[in-house]
């Protein structure tokens, strides 16, 4: 639709340039051509642009028929017109070839070669039909320098036009196949992530029943001695909560990728979210050192607090204290996007992993430590929000992630009805 919209602009200015050449003519050379079929000519090229644009800028995709039937229409014009002012004897023939470098441009190699074809019919049948120009019935100086300054000005009208309108179509082009591009890198990377969330049922199902046994185990030993042995019971209470915890995140592998947010998620602020979802991971990393800075230049507005946004945050957390005792935490928000940087104090990150970020499994882990999983899902959840993640070395030694959300994606509307649920609705054991 955007070729089809800058050829109607160049449609547009052919028309007008024509005018302005017909103008010179009548006024200034004061040529006797037939006026009547020229106007006529060209009040037909203007309501078949006017009515092809009214039709056709309803549509979305244009097919490269349409296209090619338009390329035709100005071809048929354009020839028509200089039959009428002296056929292939006039300097402005040179105009033929703007629909043949669009086509080239734009069209694939039969419609470019069809195009050709007819252009080259038409002109060899300009250079015996047309209508002769009345300065080229008084031969001398004066009618070939008229002809000269023409070809000049059909020259630059042509030399303009194309660098102004064909490279826009073929940036247009470009820009189109960096997309297509960019779709299909994103399709491979969620036949990745669909092959793992199947791996992940499998594994969630078949891990269902030893949890079970395990927690059966802890409430019969309990029962049986944990009245007698209070260090034992304290045990026991721990096994049975790290077994909760791991029914609960099971559990979470039973939500589809398909869901909405808020089926999901829990509303509540902002600032409430990132200090509760950073408190509820330090309960599982005690030993790090965490210093958190969260500020907006407006109020935290409310979101959905999405399941896997959390884990996805939890990931790069833990990325960070796997690489150093002391996490860095530093949030800020406006009113449309959100930046956290996670900071580390460790060893930095390869280049190889810097550039592999987000298009394939890796880890930033010594060897056999990671799997990588978790750092290639959070960017895959943070992608799906329309997010951004980048991967720095911080100088002085260390690792920044750095996220950026846009918070239209998470923002509840403002017409919402429903309760806003606090913070601490969200806190699980940990």
């Not at 017409?415 to 606090?422: F, H, L, R, T, V």
């Amino acid at each position: 639709m955007l070729n089809l919209r800058r050829l109607f602009l160049l449609r547009s200015a052919a028309i007008v340039g024509w005018l302005l050449a017909l103008g010179f003519v009548f006024q200034q050379l004061r040529l006797a051509l037939p006026f009547v079929p020229i106007a006529a000519v060209i009040v037909a090229w203007v309501t078949v642009t006017v009515v092809s644009w009214v039709r056709l800028s309803r549509r979305g995709e244009i097919p490269d028929r349409l296209f090619f039937a338009q390329l035709l229409i100005d071809v048929g014009a354009i020839s028509a017109l200089l039959y009428m002012m002296g056929g292939a004897t006039n300097p402005l023939t040179l105009l033929l070839l703007l629909p043949l470098v669009i086509s080239a441009a734009v069209l694939p190699r039969r419609y470019s070669w069809a195009v050709a074809f007819i252009l080259m019919i038409f002109y060899t049948g300009l250079l015996y039909f047309y209508i002769p120009l009345p300065l080229y019935g008084h031969a001398g100086q004066q009618g070939f320098s008229v002809h000269v300054v023409g070809m000049w000005l059909g020259f630059v009208a042509s030399a303009g036009l194309i660098a102004t309108f064909v490279s826009r179509m073929g940036s247009t082009l470009r820009e189109r196949d960096r997309v297509l591009a960019e779709a299909k890198q994103r399709a491979l990377r969620d036949e990745r992530i669909v092959a793992l969330g199947t791996l992940a049922a499998g594994a969630a199902h078949e891990l269902g029943t030893p949890l079970g046994t395990i927690a059966l185990l802890a409430e019969a030993l309990e029962q049986e001695h944990g009245s007698a042995d209070p260090e034992f019971a304290a045990k026991i209470r721990m096994i049975k909560a790290q077994v909760s915890r791991c029914k609960q995140s099971l559990a979470t592998l039973t939500v589809s990728a398909g869901h909405l947010q808020a089926a999901s998620g829990h509303r509540l602020a902002l600032d409430r979210y990132l200090e509760q979802t950073i408190r509820q991971w330090h309960a599982t990393r005690p030993g790090v050192d965490v210093t958190t800075d969260a500020r907006g230049e407006v109020a935290a507005p409310i979101i959905v607090a999405e399941q896997t946004l959390t884990q996805a945050l939890f990931s790069i957390l833990n990325n960070a204290a796997d690489a150093s005792s002391v996490v860095e935490i530093a949030a800020r928000w406006n009113a449309s996007h959100l930046v956290v940087e996670v900071r580390d104090r460790g060893h930095g990150i390869a280049p190889e992993a810097i550039s592999a970020a987000g298009r394939s499994v890796f880890s930033t882990k010594a060897p056999h430590h990671g799997l990588g999983l978790g750092l290639y899902l959070a960017y895959s959840v943070i992608d799906r929000l329309n997010g951004d993640v980048r991967l720095f070395n911080r100088e002085g030694g260390g690792a920044c992630t750095q996220i950026t959300l846009p918070l239209d994606g998470l923002e509840v509307p403002s017409e919402s009805s429903q309760p806003i649920a606090y913070a601490d609705r969200i806190v699980t054991a940990g």
